[in-house]
């Protein structure tokens, strides 16, 4: 059984036959067909082979000049919140408070006299004026009606008074009685505004999860923690993995869950994982260390540059971290955090260092731990990384979004921001490497990501598209620590898990020109991928999990 949620034996088997392609497989670079048989890929070759195995018991599906390619991982999203963001006040085009209230008492009148004013996406960074409303200014856009308003990293939000005095923020860390909230008022503050019926919570799922499809997603690896979210919410998610392959049912993509709540021991763990009563791959994901960049609440051992004297925040000590990691190791099973400041990074890699000492480095390393974001590394930090054998689970829409010149992260950090998120470091020194979107942070668009490793704003840490699909894929699944060694590939005997993408080009995609020219030629056999230079994503034509179609483009059988 994979981690996924595989289907069961008792679907019918189905046998197609995809021709007229390109398909992206190890196997034979130049293929551009490919069979499915059930849920297994049977074979992979050319056109020409292709019309002596077709029959009339095939659906024969024309690919018409159409890249075949294995389905993308997220290795971290949040599969409600996603479908809050999709569905609730969109903000990231806003620029001032002015323009957030204007939409704040749009959505209210809209709503009527119940319930609350849900939005995602703000980022005062953009703003011509930085200036925040105020509690009571959200309180009258809203006529009264609670709000909620996540800043687009979501480790921050606007609440309304009504919100405050309904979720108890007086005296909480992070409230200091205007509407930004952080710290322990987010969390506080989040969950009541989460508070809805298990109705609504699986139309939120579900419309994650058919956004997930749509683009070529075929498992997602749910964050799940208690300051996001309930157990409820996270069995919910998995569930899924077993809910989609019921007869009729148009399937989705699998889930793979996590749960960042802090272990103090092996039995403690136990006794955790035991209360979920859903099975999980780790105690991971969103346990923070620390918050963001965009909130100021990233641990950092120096000041903000706006913000003298301020250096963000450690929600765990080195100690606690440490027992932590210690306790999942002595399991077996994946411990990790969510790191983004240089200090909670420290925090991190000297809690595995006391870890190691306790349980010895080659448990710690066979657990095969996992760290999340990890913007701010250095020389020191990448050798200590590849020690143990973690994980770096990243975002490269994040230097997309706030990289560069005159952006977030030069704003927050100054010249310090030019060593964010540096990819081609982790993996010139050997440390595991897996992408996701942290969606809804950033949209699920894996091409987007793709193209943002190739363009990253520091020449320096840019990627081949090669490698960064790589790391959108079958690495997803490594860093899952799924046991069958073919997910995430195209070739006979693997799972049939893929995408299908209308493309205009295909081509080999290299960070910079020192790299060997060979590597482009196609007598290097080197299998192509969509030329990502035009700015524009290929359109996403059908997605597979593991046999079974879970989108379908319109187009794909006109």
């Given at each position: 059984m994979t981690h996924s949620g595989a289907p069961s034996d008792n679907r019918p088997r189905k046998v197609t036959m995809y021709r007229n392609g390109s398909v992206y497989t190890a196997a034979d670079p130049f293929a551009s067909a490919m069979l499915v048989d059930g849920d297994t890929v049977a074979w992979v070759g050319s056109e020409q082979?292709?019309?002596?195995?077709?029959?009339s018991s095939m659906e024969v599906i024309d690919l018409r000049g159409a890249l075949l390619a294995p389905g993308f991982v997220d290795s971290h999203m949040h599969l409600t919140e996603t479908g809050i963001a999709s569905d609730s006040l969109q903000l990231a085009g806003v620029r001032s408070a002015r323009e957030l209230l204007d939409a704040v008492a749009l959505a209210a009148r809209?709503?009527?006299t119940t319930g609350a004013v849900l939005g995602h996406g703000w980022d005062d960074s953009l703003w011509h004026e930085k200036t925040l409303p105020a509690p009571e200014e959200l309180d009258r856009a809203a006529g009264g009606l609670k709000v909620y308003?996540?800043?687009v990293d979501a480790h921050s939000a606007l609440a309304s008074s009504s919100l405050a005095s309904a979720a108890g923020l007086d005296g909480l860390d992070g409230y200091d009685g205007s509407a930004h909230?952080?710290?322990?008022?987010?969390t506080a503050a989040r969950l009541v505004a989460r508070q809805f019926p298990d109705t609504e919570r699986r139309r939120y799922q579900e419309l994650a999860l058919r956004e997930a499809a749509a683009n070529g997603y075929v498992a997602l690896a749910e964050m799940a923690a208690p300051h996001i979210c309930s157990v409820d919410d996270l069995r919910m998610s998995a569930s899924w993995n077993s809910a989609s392959w019921n007869e009729g049912s148009?399937?989705?993509?699998?889930?793979l869950p996590y749960w960042g709540e802090l272990a103090t021991s092996a039995e403690h763990a136990a006794a955790i994982l035991e209360g979920l009563g859903v099975p999980v791959l780790g105690l991971a994901g969103d346990l923070n260390i620390d918050g963001s960049i965009g909130s100021r609440t990233a641990a950092l051992s120096e000041d903000y540059a706006d913000a003298p004297g301020h250096r963000g925040s450690l929600y765990v000590s080195v100690d606690d971290a440490a027992r932590h990691i210690a306790a999942c190791s002595a399991l077996g099973i994946q411990a990790g955090f969510h790191v983004i400041g240089d200090a909670g990074l420290k925090t991190a890699l000297d809690a595995f260092d006391l870890a190691a000492s306790e349980v010895g480095e080659q448990r710690v390393r066979a657990a095969a731990h996992r760290l999340e974001h990890v913007e701010m590394a250095d020389a020191g930090d990448f050798a200590r990384l590849a020690k143990y054998s973690i994980t770096v689970s990243a975002q490269p829409a994040f230097d997309a979004a706030w990289g560069g010149a005159g952006k977030l992260y030069e704003q927050r950090l100054g010249a310090r921001s030019m060593a964010m998120n540096p990819f081609a470091s982790y993996y010139s020194t050997g440390v595991p490497v897996c992408f996701g979107s942290d969606s809804p942070v950033t949209p699920l668009r894996p091409w987007?990501?793709?193209r943002a490793c190739l363009e990253?704003?520091?020449p320096d840490q840019r990627i081949s598209a090669r490698a960064a699909f790589l790391g959108h894929t079958r690495a997803g699944w490594r860093a899952g620590k799924e046991r069958n060694p073919l997910m995430g590939q195209l070739v006979p005997g693997a799972p049939a898990s893929f995408a299908v993408w209308e493309v205009e080009e295909l081509m080999v995609q290299v960070a910079d020109g020192r790299v060997q020219s060979w590597s482009t030629d196609p007598r290097a056999r080197t299998p192509l991928l969509p030329a990502l230079d035009s700015g524009s994503d290929p359109a996403c034509l059908q997605t597979v999990r593991e046999g079974q179609e879970i989108f379908a483009s319109e187009t794909l059988r006109s």
């Open positions: 082979a292709a019309t002596s195995i077709a029959d809209a709503l009527g308003l996540a800043r909230v952080l710290r322990a008022a987010h148009a399937g989705v993509p699998g889930i987007s990501s793709v990253h704003s520091n």
